[in-house]
């Protein structure tokens, strides 16, 4: 879980490359196409539960076709290394192949997530009993300050 620029991709990269995980890039991009479908407001406790319907699913290995059509279209599948070992396309055929694809890997999973709040996701420990671990990544608030200095006042604070 990561807010804008933190590194998320790069350690979503290494979870990806791990031949013992299944591995779904920023699985919740789709909710915004599906709010959409079924006219869902951004923010209300529909669409937050939308979002939490995602994240069970994946933890059971249980997708929806509209889904897996959404993922399919964005191109969220060619960041599966395993589907790609698996296909020429890097597509997921149907959601019931990919939750077999994702059964293999017996309950070993990852997912990167940003702009998610941890009241998205406790229900899912707390009511569900997911096994559920985060990594939050937090970035050092100097880094970005400074990256938004003009660049002529860095070049005369350093020389």
Not at 26 to 54: G, H, W, Y
Not at 149 to 158: D, F, G, N, Q, V
Request: include cysteine; aromatic fraction near 8%.
């Amino acid at each position: 879980m990561a807010q804008w620029r933190f590194g998320s991709s790069a350690l979503g990269e290494l979870f990806n490359q791990n031949v013992e995980l299944f591995y779904i890039f920023e699985s919740l991009f789709p909710t915004t196409k599906l709010r959409k479908l079924k006219n869902v407001t951004q923010n209300t406790p529909e669409s937050k539960e939308m979002a939490r319907d995602i994240l069970r699913g994946l933890a059971k290995c249980d997708f929806k076709t509209d889904y897996v059509e959404i993922l399919n279209h964005w191109g969220g599948s060619h960041m599966n290394r395993g589907l790609c070992l698996n296909s020429t396309s890097c597509r997921m055929h149907s959601a019931s192949a990919l939750g077999e694809f994702c059964k293999e890997f017996k309950g070993k999973l990852a997912t990167k997530i940003i702009h998610a709040d941890l009241d998205l996701l406790k229900p899912l420990v707390v009511e569900d009993g997911i096994n559920l671990k985060i990594i939050h990544l937090v970035r050092d608030p100097r880094g970005a300050a400074s990256s938004r200095l003009p660049e002529h006042r860095l070049s005369a604070k350093c020389g």
